[in-house]
Nanobody
Framework: QVQLVESGGGLVQAGDSLRLSCAAS????????VGWFRQAPGKEREFVGT????????DYADSVKGRFTISRDNARSTVFLQMNSLKPEDTAVYYC????????????????WGQGTQVTVSS
């Protein structure tokens, strides 16, 4: 069983940067691919990006491509989401999730979820 804890959210202005962290405990972290998802008020959860267990392969939603970067440090059991050039439409609760095997853009395929961290971008 993997436990995930997100941190690093906050209130920033448009154009600023934030780095979110997803710290894992329990299990062998390098067995899991990790996805980042977000949910804005009144909207459905949406895919942000994924990183494979090795950290080599990454996938991003078109809305964040070129602005967000995912990385992972398996020695520290942590995945990072570097968010640059933030926009008000990036405001949401951000979640990390983990699954064995191939990563996926579908949140339904993930078995373990963090509690989320709020990101608010003011204009």
């Amino acid at each position: 069983q993997v436990q995930l804890v997100e941190s690093g959210g906050g209130l920033v202005q448009a154009g600023d940067s934030l780095r979110l962290s997803c710290a894992a405990s329990g299990g062998t972290f390098s067995d899991y691919g990790v996805g980042w998802f977000r949910q804005a008020p009144g909207k459905e959860r949406e895919f942000v990006g994924t990183v494979t267990w090795s950290g080599v392969y990454k996938d991003y939603a078109d809305s964040v491509k070129g602005r967000f970067t995912i990385s992972r440090d398996n020695a520290r059991s942590t995945v990072f989401l570097q968010m640059n050039s933030l926009k008000p439409e990036d405001t949401a609760v951000y979640y990390c999730a983990a699954k064995r095997g191939l990563t996926s853009q579908s949140g339904h395929e993930y078995h373990y979820w963090g509690q989320g961290t709020q990101v608010t971008v003011s204009s």
